[in-house]
Nanobody
């Protein structure tokens, strides 16, 4: 059973950067496809970024393309989401997830393990 713990959220101003981390235990992230999702108040959880288990394929939501970068450090068993040029619309709870699949999955139903979430608030 893989357990995921996010950290790095906080309150920032528009234009600032944040790096979210997701540390895994109970399994090696190198054998999972990884993803980040977010959920704003009153809205459904939405896809942000995904990385195939080899790290060779990466996908981003159009709203974050060019600003966010997903990465992983298998030696540290940790995944990251670097967020630059943050906007108020990026506000929400951010979740990391791991999927027992080879491809960079973009649906919540593809993922088997989830972190508890970390709050990101971007003020204007």
């Amino acid at each position: 059973q893989v357990q995921l713990v996010e950290s790095g959220g906080g309150l920032v101003q528009a234009g600032d950067s944040l790096r979210l981390s997701c540390a895994a235990s109970g399994g090696s992230l190198s054998t999972y496809a990884l993803g980040w999702f977010r959920q704003a108040p009153g809205k459904e959880r939405e896809f942000v970024a995904a990385n195939s288990f080899t790290g060779g394929a990466t996908y981003y939501a159009d709203s974050v393309k060019g600003r966010f970068t997903i990465s992983r450090d298998n030696a540290k068993n940790t995944m990251y989401l670097q967020m630059n040029s943050l906007r108020p619309v990026d506000t929400g709870v951010y979740y990391c997830a791991a999927a027992r699949t080879a491809y960079a999955a973009r649906g919540t139903y593809d993922y088997n393990y989830w972190g508890q979430g970390t709050q990101v608030t971007v003020s204007s």
